[in-house]
């Protein structure tokens, strides 16, 4: 079933189509595209989308796709390519390099704006990260992917350039974080021009090149021990044996969480329920979100309520896993305006029909969540419909609430999978998801328009 379009809005002032282009930037939602067709010569848009490409508004930037292909189709829309390329390009003549994402961003936005004109614009794109400023600057937040921007319109030649550039930064990548920089370089280069005719020539330039020879020959030597290694199942102790070794920071081995007997489960219970240290207790609460608490779960609620949040995020995700009558009644506690999220997560295995509903009016009649409160609620509802299997027919409302307001690109997506899982994805959505930020939220509706 594909539901109807949106019903047109009537009477939006222009102050509020502003308002709702900059909360579509700000989520990466392909709302913003569609503003912006119906409207391109709108000077306040534009001058909102400006700002957009200056500061990064990406929630998680760490995990989310990055922005500038989002924003770069934005100003294809404007048909004003040639002034944001002036104005962008006039920020990198007084960069901050502590204002890491942003500098990425603008750098990658006119590198896509930069294909098709003259090589001097390139040159000078070549040169800012040449320049003392970027190469002091962080090199993992700004010098990488400002030069991933670059070898995507320059090739080869651009790829050749950093190398020698940034020839320190990348062996000391390699020994410290077994050289990824210099491998995702090479995955830009190879998403260009393709992996065979890439592989062929980084082999023939890296005989004019000791800078490169030298990366190639360590990129082989991590691959090949990242082949051979193999994890022993050196943690097979009991329980006695672990908790002597234990280092709290680290907490107990995944492995032996996952082979613990009955009793050692029980004895590392019983110690929890004891224990003072707080980073001591995370390692033990760690234990019951993969295993199943044995002992009565009531100790563990004062965790949930106390003030060490890491401490409480574990004891919720412990609980979560337990069917339990006093389980359900602590989630409807903390869904009274203390912790909708971990409330949420509670009812993973206590869901009851109309749960969902109770829920929603939680949210609303709670203070108005924040980009973060929205993040979480979202993550919670997620899982919970996951581990309940809550019908569409109940679960519709509440994800698409969640699309509206969740500000992550990535759940956002996970919202739209479900909600053309069951088949209840509206046809305004799917033309939305077309312009979204996430790449695979647009292939999603690339795909359901076939």
Same mark, same amino acid.
């Given at each position: ?23 579509? #930037?700000? %989520?990466g939602? +392909?709302? @913003? /595209?569609? &503003? ?7 000077? $306040? =848009? ?15 930037p ?70 003392e ?16 921007? #670059?070898? %995507?319109?320059? +090739?080869? @030649? /651009?790829? &050749? ?7 320190? $930064? =990348? ?37 004019s ?10 990129d082989v ?31 107990f ?29 995370? /390692?033990? &609460? ?8 044995? =002992?009565?779960?009531?100790?563990l ?10 401490n ?25 305006g ?33 980009d ?37 690109? &990535? ?8 909600? =053309? ?30």
């Open positions: 079933m594909i539901f109807q379009e949106r019903p047109a809005q009537s009477g939006v002032t222009a102050s509020e189509k502003a308002a709702g282009f900059k909360s579509s #930037l700000r %989520r939602s +392909g709302r @913003a /595209a569609l &503003l912006l067709e119906a409207d391109p010569t709108n000077e $306040e =848009l534009q001058s909102v989308l400006l700002s957009a490409c200056k500061t990064n508004l990406t929630y998680d760490q995990c989310e796709a990055e922005r500038a292909p989002f924003l770069y189709r934005l100003i294809t829309l404007t048909g004003r390519s040639d002034f944001f390329w002036t104005e962008l390009l006039r920020c990198l003549d007084n960069v901050d390099p502590s204002s890491k994402g942003n500098i990425a961003q603008i750098f990658g936005i006119l590198c896509l704006l930069a294909s098709g004109r003259i090589d001097h614009d390139h040159r000078s794109l070549r040169e800012f990260l040449a320049s400023a970027i190469r002091k600057a962080e090199f993992e937040h700004v010098g990488h992917p400002c030069g991933e921007h #670059l070898i %995507r319109l320059d +090739g080869l @030649a /651009a790829f &050749l350039e950093l190398i020698h550039l940034y020839h320190a $930064e =990348l062996l000391d990548n390699f020994e410290a974080q077994s050289g990824w920089a210099y491998r995702s370089w090479g995955e830009a280069l190879s998403v260009r021009d393709g992996v065979q005719s890439t592989a062929a020539a980084l082999e023939r330039a890296r005989s090149s000791p800078e490169l020879d030298l990366l190639i020959s360590l030597d991590t691959a090949s021990v990242a082949r051979t290694f193999v994890e022993q199942p050196n943690d097979a102790i009991d329980y006695a044996a672990a908790k002597v070794g234990l280092d709290p920071k680290k907490g081995s995944l492995f032996w969480i996952k082979s613990a007997s009955a009793d050692d489960l029980f004895a590392a219970a019983s110690d929890l329920v004891l224990e003072t240290d707080a980073m001591k207790i995370r /390692a033990y &609460l760690r234990i019951f979100t993969a295993r199943d608490f044995p =002992l009565n779960p009531e100790p609620f004062a965790i949930v309520k106390g003030a060490n949040s890491r409480a995020w574990q004891a919720t995700r412990a609980l979560g896993r337990l069917h339990r009558h006093r389980i359900r009644g602590l989630a409807f506690e903390l869904l009274d203390l912790d909708i999220p971990s409330a949420i997560r509670l009812l993973c295995s206590n869901y009851q029909p109309g749960d969902l509903m109770i829920i929603e009016r939680a949210i609303h009649e709670a203070d108005p969540l924040d973060n409160g929205w993040h979480s609620v979202g993550l919670a509802v997620l899982a919970l419909i996951d581990a309940a299997t809550i019908p569409p027919i109940e679960s519709r409302d509440m994800l698409l609430s969640l699309y509206e307001n969740i500000p992550c690109s &990535l759940c956002r997506e996970e919202v739209v999978r479900k909600l =053309l899982e069951y088949d209840r994805v509206p046809r305004w959505m799917l033309k939305e998801c077309a312009f979204d930020a996430e790449p695979r939220t647009a292939e999603i509706s690339k795909r359901s328009s076939r």
